[in-house]
């Protein structure tokens, strides 16, 4: 059990009173499950939280989901979040825009069937509004945006990684209900990446390519390789150009969910671009902290590193995941561009394979409203979706389906094909991966 | 012959019981993707990836393991296992406990009936020592006899 008197995480007076059980029971297992939290990763104290949060707990499936009966004690004790926050994006229950065939539609339905009532406790304990659903809520039309410095306790870990690194605001990778509990408290155990010392590199990663890399792969070497360490990149300022462009953001978004993916890594620095990099340069280095020279071979490397499922077999995909994380409305005008080009270039009007673009449902209402670049998408085939692809690998359902996709991070959660940009159009228009255009 | 090792006692508990051992990072999601969704007996390691634990009854061992690792999401599988009651009977990490470990299991201490004892910082010789099927004795003072 839980010794209040022998605790090495020191308590306010009114943290211990809450502990005590005098603002409800309900509330006391929130901070004594904070509190253990908090003396597993050796907090000194705990701080408030600042801002809005995100979750990675948007899907109601049991082992991901806080328990129905937990989020029923939480609501009966009438509890919310300090703060608004907005949840990863929906399970796969808009068919209309996901071609899934009728059995598979029947496998999704039952595994969420809960998603109802699930949502509905969601909104009851500060959801912000029920769209808000999306693993890219920086986007000014869903306006998830923390300022810099700014204590938060999310746990999408591409959120988690941008949050940190691009926007200078500060939270640990909390898993999911950690990060409801906590913020409901309204408080977080102070550790970690919301240290300055904790913010500081361990690791120099000097990246040394010829031309800009995908990011997919950049983040996905540097995760693998740092792991859990947090990383100083120098070299992509020369390629990427200085300060926090809109392509800028958009990559490092790439970047960071590739990064947490194939490792644990919940910060990077980039020399020039990032805005604790700009304000204390190398000074951000540990002194004891290690340095990788990462070369266009190591990008290579990582790449030929991925399985290619399906390659005995025919190789004609029957669908194209775009999208993971959600595409800002930029990358869905890029896309727009790029397709209706390589269309063009071979006379036809629609894509051989059948593509979903995915993004906020914000981010999608602005794009459909801007009329042309939606119609032409949809001319050529393309579905729009809020969804996750990676869910219907969790629900099993694209078992038997050839899949490519060009996130790294979906390829680490599914059976889809990694396909790098460059190549993924020519295999949309011609419908075969043999057919791309080969460098 | 019996080794001895003191780590740092997490949710303290005197047990004893049979080890499974990881000596990579311990992948709570995928151990456990299988076992989540419907009812089952026994929690089967789902993990390909992890050769020394994939297809091995996981549940009522005391699993050993550097730490645990992958997605965030994974927060929540602890509770749920407790709560099936198919949850090992100790988790033994020979780091510091990460953190999505760290927070998956105190929420199945406060949130279920069930407890996980947990010692962390047991030191790369205990991992190094300990073999799947060793018999562990664990004291409530984080001390663990491997024999």
Redesign the interface.
Known sequence: MLNIDSLKLQLSPEETAVLRGERGATLA?VM???V??G????AERLVDIEGDGHF??SWS???????IE?LDQLVEAGLRTRFPFTLDPKPPLDFENLSLRPEQELVVER?FHAQAGYDRRMLQLGLRDPNAYTCNPFQPEVGNIPERGAILAW???AS?IYANSVLGARS????????L?SNILGKIPLT?LLTDQGRRATWLVELQAADLPSPQLLGAAIGKKIL?GVAFIVGLDRLLGPGLSEDTRDYLHELGAAAATYG?VGLFHVENITPEALDFGRDLLAPDHATWTLTDQELQDMLGSFPVPGSDGDPKPQRCFIGCPHLSIRQLHWWSQQIRNALQARGQDRLAIDTFLCAAPQVLQKFKAGGEAFDQLTAAGVKLTPTCPEVLYEADVMTGETVITNSSKLRA?STARFIPDEVLLDILVSGEIGGERRE | MTRSFKGRALLAGALEGEALVSRVGFNTYASYSTSLHFPVERALCADRSNQQLFGKNLSEKILCLPKSIGSTSAGAVWLRVAMLGIAPKALLFSQDIDSLAAGGLAVAEVWSDHRIVAVDQLGDEFLETVQEGDRIEIREDGTVRVR
């Open positions: 297992k004594k499950t904070i253990l939290y003396e597993a990763l050796g990675v707990i499936t049991p082992g991901i989901a806080a328990p937990l595994m746990s999408e870990s988690v640990n990778r909390n898993g999911a209900v950690i990060d509990l970690g859990d644990a959660y």
